[in-house]
């Protein structure tokens, strides 16, 4: 009996660690993951024509799924397929826990990589005494240039500079869910180090790993749940809490990074610079607080300061309550407004258009959204607009169902139909500013500028993009994001696979401004996805000078433009 058990066990650890997915599997897994993208994905034709990327053009990417020899291959095929589309709301995700940091940040601050942010318990001073502002020269070998390059597929962004950026994430925190290869790693790196003002200096650093690897999927699937990002998680309480005539038409008004994390500050209270000279802060003190503001003076002038570190907040009516009150104060008592949404992740988009007319005293144009049509979102609008009508929904809400369930209709019938751009937030083009109960505009009424970088991504991009469409005021830093669609929970958590159990996220529309815009790198055009909004005013914040200094350089440029837009409004 002993022997029989021993023989047993020996056969399934043969079958647990040499069994592989078929290739017909994989095959399969590959077209089901390619036929979302075809049947849902919104800016395919804009991929193909300006990108370069022909989705439906699979003879390459089957030719290559066949040839691989074991799962981790595969799965990195269908992340290298996902990431091609350039797409910042969209990664294909595998089921596993397993992830690995040096316990250091870093990013690229005039073009060098520089560590910003040290984890001091896993790495104590005593033996690791390398600081901020130091430079990463290489991991194990391989210089930082090559390793940005290699490592930047695992978080493609809308743009260039985002992308390199976000990799330093990947490569110094490295996640199975992302990267097939994550857990091929020894115990510790030997990481080289510019010391500023010193020497060279090499230490070997230990990997601090959790959670299980996949090494094959096996012959029978093994599911697991790739946790939401806090984010998303918010979203998804945003959703479950509402009523269910509005999930569909919520899902659509979403549009936020699906994983927020590894740069500092990245959608938090606090902004990145330090905060001005003799700044009289109101808001931010407390956790109940969704936004940082305060006043400060430059050049005589009294200037209001407010951060929105994301539109997904526990609590809009609040939020919204909150920024109110600040909007108040900064009408009566300051002479300018800076709104900073700099690593702003996105979130909700109505929200976003909610704050935007707080900050336009006039009736101006929202953003379009150019939606995907396909038959299961026909009927699903349809049915929820007769829902809407026998549950006593608003007005408004039956008016918003109305136009998108007309628009996808008329869109269906086309081959891979998109609408024509459409609100998804008020049934018309038309907005009007905020009001009080008494009907009185509450919306703030002297200069501002706002700030952004290209981690200003999402519903952030829409708001910027609100701002330099009508006028308001002009937008100071770096270009946002590009990530110009609209992304629900379920496509951020698509299953994509039934033998390989992965997901990834698939856009669902095409955010479009009130007009063409032209820049040297994309055709004239009106869509924000990968082309960003881009600055009036630009000044960068990711050099040295600003992360040893607090980003007072960065603010200093930024007080200089508030007071000149002030000065101007006042005919100085």
Request: some cysteine.
């Amino acid at each position: 009996m002993r022997k029989y058990r021993i023989a047993l066990g020996a056969l399934v650890l043969s079958l647990v660690c040499h069994a592989q997915l078929t290739t017909d599997q994989k095959l399969f897994d590959f077209r089901s993951l390619a036929a979302l993208y075809a049947k849902r994905y919104g800016p395919y034709e804009w991929k193909r024509d300006v990108i370069g990327f022909d989705a439906m053009n699979l003879g390459p990417w089957l030719d290559r799924v066949s040839s691989t020899t074991n799962d981790l291959d595969f799965y990195q095929a269908m992340v290298e397929y996902v990431a091609s589309f350039k797409d910042s709301h969209d990664a294909y995700h595998l089921p596993s826990s397993f992830t690995a940091t040096l316990g250091m940040s870093a990013d690229l601050y005039d073009g060098k990589v520089l560590i910003d942010g040290i984890n001091r318990t896993q790495l104590p001073a005593a033996r690791f005494p390398f600081t901020t502002g130091d430079e990463l020269i290489s991991i194990d070998g391989r210089s930082m240039a090559d390793l940005i390059a290699e490592f930047s597929k695992y978080i493609m962004q809308a743009n260039d500079r985002a992308t390199r950026r976000r990799a330093l994430e990947r490569i110094l925190t490295r996640s199975q869910t992302v990267m097939p290869r994550a857990h091929e790693i020894g115990d510790n790196a030997s990481v080289v180090v510019q010391r500023r003002n010193g020497p060279l200096e090499t230490y070997s650093i230990p990997w601090s790993k959790s959670g299980v690897p996949i090494t094959q999927v096996g012959p029978v699937p093994m599911p697991q749940s790739v946790p939401l990002s806090k984010t998303m998680a918010a979203v998804k309480r945003t959703l479950e809490e509402a009523p269910d005539y509005m999930q569909p038409l919520l899902e659509l008004q979403t549009a936020v990074d699906p994983d927020p994390s590894g740069v500092l500050n990245y959608g938090s209270l606090a902004p990145i610079y330090s905060p001005p000279a003799g700044l009289q802060q109101r808001l931010g003190k407390v956790a109940s607080d969704y936004f940082i503001s305060g006043t400060f003076t430059s050049s005589g002038y009294t200037i209001g300061l407010i951060r929105i570190p994301s539109y997904q907040p526990a609590d809009q009516a609040a939020a919204l309550a909150q920024f109110d009150a600040e909007i108040a104060y900064f009408n009566s008592a300051t002479d300018g407004l800076i709104v900073d949404e700099m690593r702003n992740p996105g979130g909700q988009l109505c929200y976003g258009e909610s704050i935007v007319t707080r900050l336009i005293p006039v009736n101006f144009r929202p953003l379009g959204y150019e939606i995907r049509a396909t038959w299961e979102y026909v009927q699903l609008y349809y049915a929820r607009l007769d829902s809407a009508k026998r549950s006593g929904a608003p007005g408004d809400v039956i008016d918003q169902y109305q136009v998108l369930y007309d628009a996808l209709l008329n869109a269906y019938n086309s081959n891979r139909g998109r609408t024509d751009a459409v609100p998804l937030c008020s049934p018309t083009f038309d907005r009007a500013p905020a009001t009080d109960r008494d009907g009185k505009n509450i919306a703030y009424t002297k200069p501002i500028i706002m700030l952004t970088d290209e981690l200003t991504m999402s519903t952030a991009d829409s708001v910027a993009a609100m701002i330099q469409d009508n006028q308001r005021g002009p937008i100071v830093g770096m270009r946002t994001n590009g990530a110009g669609g609209s992304n629900s929970l379920n496509t951020t958590r698509w299953p994509a696979g039934v033998y390989s159990e992965g997901d990834t996220g698939v856009t669902l529309s095409l955010m479009v401004r009130k007009d063409p815009i032209v820049t040297d790198d994309y055709p004239a055009t009106r869509y924000i996805e990968n082309v960003g909004v881009r600055p009036d005013v630009v000044i960068d914040y990711m050099t040295t000078d600003n992360l040893l200094q607090g980003g007072r350089p960065f603010f200093q440029a930024v007080t200089d433009v508030i007071v000149k837009q002030i000065a101007a409004s006042k005919g100085n």
